[in-house]
């Protein structure tokens, strides 16, 4: 269980572009990194209008000297000073996150960057190299999977509990996007737009989250060929899509089906995740994320708890209320901002051997995403086309 003792030697000195006052996503990531103690905000570029970006960061009390008008003052600035700060989080529009990492990789700044990391995976092993040759760590903040249930999941797979896994059943919806873009907000604008979304919207904007925690449950499952579908319903929108689904053909037979979309009117399912094996099923939603239900063929269907001592110790470790107590989103970012701590701080120490083996989304994950959605492009625009995984 996690009680927010401290578990690096001291917090890290942490800075922020983007996520400021108007962001949608900022304030998950000061939630995650502000919960043990682990990281101390000290600068940032919170913000495109540079004077609502100072006032917003000296209101969270940022000193004004360290509320920049731009990533690159806030680079330049830190890094002039010896109490500068040491790791940078990227919570700003996808076409800005490979030059914001690039950049403070370069200047010796760990990272961590929000999802879809880059537009193209030669942009992610780039940058990949770059980490490496110096020594940082790039953290992706896939903010679902800290879920302590997430990993009562994974720990039942790979106790054989489920049996040989062979369906994957994913969905990930909401209908905000429902009607046409008139008079959208900016978060809407960038995300519609392939010049700053990327090639993708819903696939890179909610998709990517399904398949990381697929990963993450079924760590030994690849992707053989897959065949993604995907239309705009509001033209505009078009290349890009708000809806998608993806048929999965996996090395070990399984098969798999997901679905995005924007324009399910009405849904406020969020997230639902069915993993079927020979003899049991588990099922999972972000929207209920203290229950799982487990279904064994022939037997009563069970709902486990969050925080149950009758859970796998892999799921106890990394819960925070307790049982009985609501667990939530704000509780599954802090694990992940915790455990790129960890990274962090065992980069620091060179401690490679820890690294080896602990778990954080880093690089590989968020260049996963990337390789997902370009696979997944392909064979849309082939005509939702059977293609190879590459
Ligand atoms: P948003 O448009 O709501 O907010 C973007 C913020 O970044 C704003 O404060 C804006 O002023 C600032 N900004 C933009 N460019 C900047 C720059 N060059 N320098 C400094 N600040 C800048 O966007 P959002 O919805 O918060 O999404 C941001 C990123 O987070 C996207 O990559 C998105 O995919 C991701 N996201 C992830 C999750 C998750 O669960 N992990 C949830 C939502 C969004």
Redesign the pocket.
């Known amino acids: 269980m996690i009680n927010g003792e401290r578990t690096i030697a001291r917090p890290l000195r942490w800075g922020m572009?983007?996520?400021?006052?108007?962001?949608?996503?900022?304030y998950?990531h000061r939630t995650g990194a502000l919960r043990d103690g682990t990281y101390q905000l000290l600068a940032g570029?919170?913000?495109?209008?540079a004077a609502?970006?100072r006032d917003f960061g000296t209101r969270l009390g940022v000193a004004e000297d360290r509320c920049y008008a731009?990533?690159q003052e806030l680079i330049a600035g830190e890094t002039a000073r010896e109490d500068g700060v040491e790791v940078v989080s990227?919570?700003?529009?996808?076409f800005?996150?490979f030059e914001?990492t690039k950049a403070c990789l370069e200047a010796g700044l760990h990272v961590i960057c929000?999802?879809?990391l880059f537009f193209t995976v030669a942009e992610c092993d780039e940058v990949a190299a770059l980490a490496r040759e110096k020594g940082l760590i790039v953290g992706v903040?896939?903010?679902?999977t800290g879920h302590p249930l997430v990993h009562q999941m994974a720990a039942m797979v790979k106790k054989g509990m489920l049996g040989d896994i062979r369906i994957v059943d994913m969905q990930y919806t909401h209908g905000f996007n429902s009607g046409d873009d008139t008079g959208a907000?900016?978060?809407v604008k960038?995300?519609t737009n392939p010049a700053t979304a990327g090639s993708t919207f819903v696939l890179?904007?909610i998709g990517t989250?399904l398949y990381y925690l697929s990963e993450v449950v079924l760590p030994h499952l690849k992707i053989d060929k897959l065949l993604c579908d995907r239309k705009a319903f509001i033209p505009t929108r078009a290349p890009l899509e708000d809806h998608a689904t993806v048929l999965t053909h996996y090395d070990n037979g399984a098969r798999g089906r997901l679905w995005v979309s924007s324009v399910n009117a009405g849904n406020m399912g969020s997230q639902r995740y069915r993993f079927v094996g020979s003899r049991a099923s588990v099922e999972w939603s972000d929207a209920h994320p203290d229950q799982l239900i487990y279904e064994v063929q022939g037997e009563p269907n069970r709902t486990l708890h969050h925080g149950m001592p009758y859970l796998e110790e892999e799921s106890l470790a990394v819960d925070r209320m307790g049982a009985l107590h609501t667990e939530g989103l704000g509780d599954s970012w802090a694990n992940i901002y915790l455990w790129i701590a960890q990274a962090i701080d065992a980069k620091q120490r060179g401690d490679e051997a820890f690294l080896s083996s602990h778990h954080y989304p880093g690089i590989e994950a968020g260049t996963e995403g990337v390789r997902w959605l370009e696979n997944c492009v392909r064979s849309a625009d082939a005509g939702a086309a059977w293609v190879d995984y590459q």
């Open positions: 572009v983007g996520g400021g006052r108007t962001g949608q996503v900022g998950k570029a919170f913000d495109l209008d609502r970006g731009t990533y990227i919570a700003t529009p996808n800005t996150h914001i929000e999802k879809p903040t896939y903010g679902f907000g900016e978060a960038w995300r890179g904007d989250h």
